[in-house]
């Protein structure tokens, strides 16, 4: 229902930082969600990070548990994932999404999703 505009990803070094930002156009909803997906070439597309937008509560994917941290910032309608100790396999298109805090991070086919960005992790 929203439209939402990734940026942030580039070229980074293995072990090195990136941090993506995820805008929406319009007000998120205190019953949504939002989150990250990725998808790497010829992979099927897998979730990363997710958090509720009125609470602030946060699920990771087990790959990235400790090292991805995602935040929000209410007033900005804006999203952000940091990302650290970035390793070769972290290397995708990086897809912003967000849902009714109630659907299950597993669906794919789910809400608004932006037009992704590139995050390239080299050795």
């Known amino acids: 229902q929203v439209q939402l505009v990734e940026s942030g990803g580039g070229l980074v070094q293995a072990g090195g930082s990136l941090r993506l930002s995820c805008a929406a156009s319009?007000?998120?909803?205190?019953?949504?969600?939002m989150g990250w997906f990725r998808q790497a070439p010829g992979k099927e597309r897998e979730f990363v990070a997710g958090?509720?937008?009125?609470?602030?509560?946060?699920y990771y994917a087990d790959s990235v548990k400790g090292r991805f941290t995602i935040s929000r910032d209410n007033a900005e309608n804006t999203v952000y994932l940091q990302m650290k100790s970035l390793k070769l396999e972290d290397t995708a298109v990086y897809y912003c999404?967000?849902?009714?805090?109630?659907?299950?991070?597993?669906?794919?086919?789910?809400?608004?999703w932006g037009q992704g960005t590139q995050v390239t992790v080299s050795s």
């Open positions: 319009g007000r998120i909803s205190s019953t949504y969600a």
């Open positions: 999404n967000s849902r009714r805090a109630s659907s299950p991070w597993l669906l794919k086919g789910i809400g608004s």
């Open positions: 958090i509720s937008w009125s609470a602030g509560s946060t």
